[in-house]
Nanobody, 122 residues
Framework: QVQLVESGGGLVQAGGSLRLSCAAS????????MGWFRQAPGKAREFVAA??????????LYADSVKGRFTISRDSAKNMVYLQMNSLKPEDTAVYYC?????????????WGQGTQVTVSS
């Protein structure tokens, strides 16, 4: 199994920045990609960004709503994945989850963290 723990959420004003972190532990050698999803109150969980480092698929994916503002990155030595969020908007307010896998669909991920709250005030 893979355990994932998110951190870095908080309250920020519109236009500000936050960096979310996701620490992976356990059977991380089997993990070849990680993604971030978010869920706002009353809404479905939605894809935000993903990164892959498998031998045949290396790259990143972003939701249109965050392109140019968010950047996903990885520190392989620390088993960490990050989501740098700039130019935050009130509509970015949600609980953010990291998950192991790759793609834009919920079912393409197997292990999930507990989430970290991001609140953007206007």
């Amino acid at each position: 199994q893979v355990q994932l723990v998110e951190s870095g959420g908080g309250l920020v004003q519109a236009g500000g920045s936050l960096r979310l972190s996701c620490a992976a532990s356990g059977r991380t050698f089997s993990t070849t990609g990680m993604g971030w999803f978010r869920q706002a109150p009353g809404k479905a969980r939605e894809f935000v960004a993903a990164i892959s480092w498998s031998w045949n698929t290396k790259g990143t994916l972003y939701a249109d709503s965050v392109k140019g503002r968010f950047t996903i990155s990885r520190d392989s030595a620390k088993n960490m994945v990050y989501l740098q969020m700039n130019s935050l908007k009130p509509e970015d307010t949600a609980v953010y989850y990291c998950a192991s896998g790759y793609g834009i669909q919920y079912f393409q991920y197997d292990y999930w963290g507990q989430g970290t709250q991001v609140t953007v005030s206007s």
